[in-house]
């Protein structure tokens, strides 16, 4: 027997809120103008943004999405609509009036390097970065400056290196974290599990204290060589070198010892 599901797309706020959402149900005999002229993923998207009401619709939004939906067509739309849009890209849907690298030779290059050209008639800027692969991302809003620093675990070097990063590449990084810190959260509260934001954010400290923390190997005279643990020991201790727990009641902490 094989497996089966329902696709849905979801229109959310950065905090999880949902807007609107539409479930896939393949192609469309109604919306095939829509559909030819957008694809079929972008299509529901659009969808879902037109069913706003007039007065909704004049406010400034910025979307962001993956590469499933991004397309210089979208871009467009979004950007006559007063809105911005940014989202990864495949690299068959960027148009050849972009003059960039391909793949194969950028990845000869440096981590961190980026190159992002710009259509003026459209004022859409794509941008290709290299990481261990090429990343590849579109928006009609945003610029490549200012950069900001990317830490990267470097196997050659066998050490986290720092590299540069285009601040578009950057704003869609910290939304999707936001986004899916908050899904998870949504899914352990529909399992019945009742916490609040607070709770939940400490259980994943937790969760990454007890799984890259050091603990000691035994009784003895401490080692001299170097321990490196993966979480800063600033994170794992107070000011006074006590480990953090939680207390009794909510909201506050206390330490060990005192």
Same mark, same amino acid.
């Given at each position: 027997?094989?497996?089966?599901g329902?696709?849905?797309?979801?229109l959310?706020?950065?905090?999880g809120?949902?807007?609107n959402?539409?479930i896939?149900?393949?192609?469309?005999r109604?919306n095939?103008v829509? =559909?030819n002229y957008?694809? &079929?993923?972008?299509?529901s998207l659009?969808q879902? %943004?037109e @069913?706003f009401?007039?007065e909704i619709?004049?406010l *400034?939004?910025?979307f962001?999405?993956?590469?499933?939906?991004?397309g210089?067509?979208?871009?467009?739309?979004?950007r006559d609509?007063?809105?911005?849009g940014t989202?990864?890209m495949r690299n #068959?849907?960027?148009?050849k009036?972009?003059?960039?690298?391909s793949?194969s030779i950028?990845? +000869?290059k440096?981590?961190?390097?980026?190159?992002s *050209?710009i259509v003026?008639?459209?004022?859409?800027t794509v941008?290709k970065w290299?990481?261990n692969?090429?990343?590849? %991302?579109a928006? #009609?809003w945003?610029g490549?400056?200012?950069? !900001?620093?990317?830490?990267l675990? !470097?196997?050659?070097?066998?050490r986290? %290196?720092?590299?540069?990063r285009?601040?578009l590449?950057t704003?869609i990084v910290? +939304?999707?974290m936001v986004?899916? %810190?908050w899904?998870?959260?949504?899914?352990? @509260? !529909?399992?019945g $599990?009742? !916490?609040?934001w607070? =709770?939940?954010?400490?259980?994943?400290v937790? /969760?990454y204290?007890? @799984?890259?923390?050091? *603990?000691?190997?035994g009784?003895?005279r401490p080692?001299?060589?170097s321990? &490196?643990?993966r979480?800063p020991?600033?994170v794992?201790?107070?000011?006074?070198?006590h *480990?953090? $727990?939680k207390?009794e009641k909510?909201? /506050?902490l206390e330490k060990?010892?005192?």
């Amino acid at each position: 027997m094989k497996e089966f599901g329902y696709k849905v797309w979801c229109l959310t706020f950065v905090q999880g809120y949902l807007v609107n959402f539409s479930i896939y149900q393949g192609k469309s005999r109604s919306n095939t103008v829509c =559909e030819n002229y957008f694809g &079929k993923a972008t299509a529901s998207l659009i969808q879902m %943004i037109e @069913r706003f009401s007039a007065e909704i619709r004049t406010l *400034p939004f910025e979307f962001f999405f993956g590469n499933l939906f991004t397309g210089l067509n979208l871009l467009s739309f979004l950007r006559d609509q007063d809105c911005g849009g940014t989202g990864t890209m495949r690299n #068959n849907r960027i148009s050849k009036s972009f003059p960039m690298t391909s793949n194969s030779i950028l990845l +000869k290059k440096e981590r961190g390097h980026h190159e992002s *050209p710009i259509v003026k008639e459209d004022g859409v800027t794509v941008s290709k970065w290299v990481d261990n692969s090429v990343v590849s %991302i579109a928006t #009609n809003w945003l610029g490549v400056e200012p950069q !900001s620093t990317a830490k990267l675990n !470097s196997q050659e070097e066998k050490r986290i %290196i720092q590299v540069q990063r285009p601040i578009l590449l950057t704003s869609i990084v910290r +939304k999707c974290m936001v986004l899916t %810190i908050w899904n998870k959260m949504q899914l352990a @509260r !529909s399992s019945g $599990k009742k !916490s609040t934001w607070l =709770e939940f954010r400490r259980e994943i400290v937790q /969760v990454y204290l007890s @799984r890259f923390a050091n *603990p000691s190997k035994g009784l003895g005279r401490p080692s001299n060589s170097s321990n &490196k643990s993966r979480i800063p020991e600033q994170v794992r201790f107070d000011c006074l070198n006590h *480990p953090v $727990k939680k207390y009794e009641k909510k909201d /506050v902490l206390e330490k060990d010892g005192s």
